[in-house]
């Protein structure tokens, strides 16, 4: 299990991190992180899972993790 107030006390970034959000298991953190910016979430967020079920890596191929894991994805929004 992630000590998440150990994880947020040993960042010492910007802004990517300020705003953490944690799940046991989701489907996918990118949809979650997706859905999160959508809904206005700033650049920086992370959403961690400890277990995806339906995670997606290239050429969108599904693929499974393990349990206890770590699964991440972050919100960025690059300016191009």
């Not at 799940?23 to 920086?44: I, Q, V």
């Not at 499974?64 to 699964?71: I, K, R, Y």
């Amino acid at each position: 299990m992630i000590d998440l107030k150990l994880l947020e006390s040993c960042l010492k970034t910007r802004y990517i991190g300020r705003r953490i959000y944690h799940f046991d298991s989701l489907p996918s953190t990118n949809d979650e992180a997706k859905s999160l910016a959508r809904g206005g979430e700033e650049e920086g967020a992370v959403v961690i899972a400890e277990r995806q079920t339906h995670g997606r890596g290239r050429y969108d191929h599904l693929w499974f993790s393990s349990p206890h894991g770590l699964h991440l994805s972050i919100i960025l929004r690059p300016h191009v």
